[in-house]
């Protein structure tokens, strides 16, 4: 019931910059927390960032902490991922996501969450 629209991707050189933005349509008022996963080429899709209304917690993958930071528009319906420092490593397919009623594993789990985006490319070169 929660519709999710993944934008900003693109290709930029390692060390550079991206902002993406999830913007949520549906029934959204159930939703509690919105997160960012990524899935490379033949790898499994991995959690990136996660922002819970309540108290604003944030959680972050290691790979990507103190380099990507998770923000939401108050009352907007939308997510960012501010992406700085990007790496080539960093390339991947990049979700937006809901989890399911009740909570999601820390690290989030990509089983945690039940409403997904289409996808945004991004690309770091080296």
């Known amino acids: 019931q929660v519709q999710l629209v993944e934008s900003g991707g693109g290709l930029v050189q390692a060390g550079g910059s991206l902002r993406l933005s999830c913007a949520a349509s549906?029934?959204?008022?159930?939703?509690?927390?919105m997160g960012w996963f990524r899935q490379a080429p033949g790898k499994e899709r991995e959690f990136v960032a996660v922002i819970a209304w309540q108290r604003g917690n944030i959680y972050y993958a290691d790979s990507v902490k103190g380099r990507f930071t998770i923000s939401r528009d108050n009352g907007a319906g939308t997510v960012h991922l501010q992406m700085n420092s990007l790496k080539p490593e960093d390339t991947a397919l990049y979700y937006c996501?809901?989890?399911?009623?009740?909570?999601?594993?820390?690290?989030?789990?990509?089983?945690?969450?039940?409403?997904w985006g289409q996808g945004t490319q991004v690309t770091v070169s080296s």
């Open positions: 996501a809901v989890p399911r009623a009740g909570s999601f594993a820390v690290p989030p789990d990509p089983s945690d969450f039940g409403s």
């Open positions: 549906g029934r959204t008022f159930s939703t509690y927390a």
